[in-house]
């Protein structure tokens, strides 16, 4: 990461010198704020993921004395701050979910003859899908959206919820059987 002009310093450093030095604030800003707005664009609303990004980041920098550096990477730290604020959200994203679900799949492919195969079958997935997200617990739902949305790898998620990496692989383990229990239910593929 480079952080003035030419100089290359590690996560742990840049964790260790924002106790010192807030500015360099700006360098984990700079280089995790779109990770973090797509990962919440991507469970929220566009208008309150900007919102939802900007309070992260603002957690973040009155938290940095408390990042221990021995922890690792920034990145987990920052989507942990992120899931948490979504949970605050929580109501208003399973409402979201279960108000797309009512979506009729049929009414929604009517008049898309002109769009490509693949954005009709994922229209009509849609409702299914956040049906079977709303399904899911909300450490379950976090797991798999972090994992599918955030791109973080098990041990990232690991820490950005707090929780065990094996703790991880048993919520994703049981959200993928719930999900794929509820799509087959629907029967969706046929």
């Known amino acids: 990461m480079i ?16 106790r010192r030095n ?32 900007a309070e992260t980041f603002l957690l973040a920098f009155d938290r940095r004395n408390r990042f221990d550096p021995e922890r690792g990477s920034l990145r987990p730290w920052l989507f942990g701050f ?3 604020l979504i949970a605050r959200h929580r109501r208003k994203e399973i409402r979201h979910y279960r108000a797309l679900a009512r ?4 009414s929604v492919m009517e008049g898309h003859e002109d769009r490509v195969v693949s954005s009709v079958a994922a229209q009509r997935m849609q409702p299914h899908l956040a049906k079977a997200l709303a399904a899911l617990s909300s450490g379950e739902r976090d797991a798999l959206l972090l994992v599918a949305l955030g791109q973080l790898s098990y041990d990232e998620v690991a820490l950005a ?10 919520r994703l383990s049981r959200a993928r059987a ?13």
């Open 22 to 53: 807030p500015d360099l604030f700006t360098a984990v800003h700079d280089r995790y704020y779109r990770d973090i707005y797509l990962y919440v664009a991507s469970r929220l609303d566009t208008q309150i993921a900007e919102d939802i990004t």
């Open 82 to 84: 992120a899931t948490n």
């Open 3 to 18: 952080v003035e002009a030419g100089e290359q310093v590690t996560e742990a450093d840049l964790a260790a010198r924002l």
């Open 178 to 190: 719930k999900i794929h229990a509820l799509i087959n239910k629907e029967n969706v593929h046929g």
């Open 103 to 106: 979506l009729d799949p049929e």
């Open 161 to 170: 919820l707090g929780i065990s990496t094996g703790t991880v692989g048993s």
